[in-house]
């Protein structure tokens, strides 16, 4: 990750606030409550999932920096509500599709033998989970 970016007190995002879709789903809004106060974003609905996708790599990288350091505070993780998986045998991948709790659905592109090596740390998970 990058650094050196302007990390003054009053650029810091205290909460979500609301997000609006444009009627023709064009445009989205993202209302933000800062220190210094509310800033709404604007993002061209084509923009919107690569800085999703940022956002999650960020997140990601966040949890996996802090998870190696003795005292951290582990992000939250999202409760996924639902999930369905499927064959593309074209591509020889299984496409995993997770639904969280607030409606929004992730794909992920597994290849095989990494959906196997899920498949028995899943399991494993599971028997520990019901001990």
Same mark, same amino acid.
């Given at each position: 990750?990058a650094g050196g970016? *302007?990390?003054?007190? $009053?650029?810091?995002v205290?909460?979500?606030?609301y =997000?609006?879709v $444009?009627?023709d789903s064009?445009?989205i809004?993202?209302k933000?409550?800062?220190?210094n $106060?509310?800033?709404?974003? %604007?993002?061209?609905?084509?923009t919107?999932e690569?800085?999703t =996708?940022k956002?999650n790599?960020i997140?990601a990288y966040l949890k996996? %920096?802090?998870?190696?350091?003795? *005292? +951290?505070? @582990?992000? %939250?993780?999202?409760e996924?509500v *639902? =999930?369905t998986?499927? @064959?593309?045998?074209?591509?020889?991948?299984?496409i995993?599709?997770?639904r $969280?709790?607030?409606n929004v659905? +992730?794909?992920?592109? #597994?290849?095989?033998?990494?959906a196997?090596?899920?498949r028995?740390e899943?399991?494993?998970a #599971?028997?520990?989970a019901?001990q």
């Amino acid at each position: 990750m990058a650094g050196g970016a *302007d990390l003054r007190p $009053g650029n810091v995002v205290s909460r979500f606030l609301y =997000v609006s879709v $444009g009627s023709d789903s064009s445009l989205i809004d993202l209302k933000l409550m800062l220190a210094n $106060g509310p800033m709404t974003l %604007r993002f061209a609905t084509e923009t919107l999932e690569e800085v999703t =996708v940022k956002l999650n790599e960020i997140a990601a990288y966040l949890k996996t %920096r802090t998870a190696t350091q003795p *005292d +951290h505070i @582990a992000l %939250r993780a999202s409760e996924v509500v *639902d =999930v369905t998986v499927e @064959a593309r045998a074209e591509s020889g991948k299984l496409i995993l599709l997770m639904r $969280g709790s607030n409606n929004v659905a +992730h794909q992920f592109a #597994i290849p095989v033998e990494v959906a196997d090596r899920f498949r028995s740390e899943l399991e494993r998970a #599971i028997q520990s989970a019901n001990q």
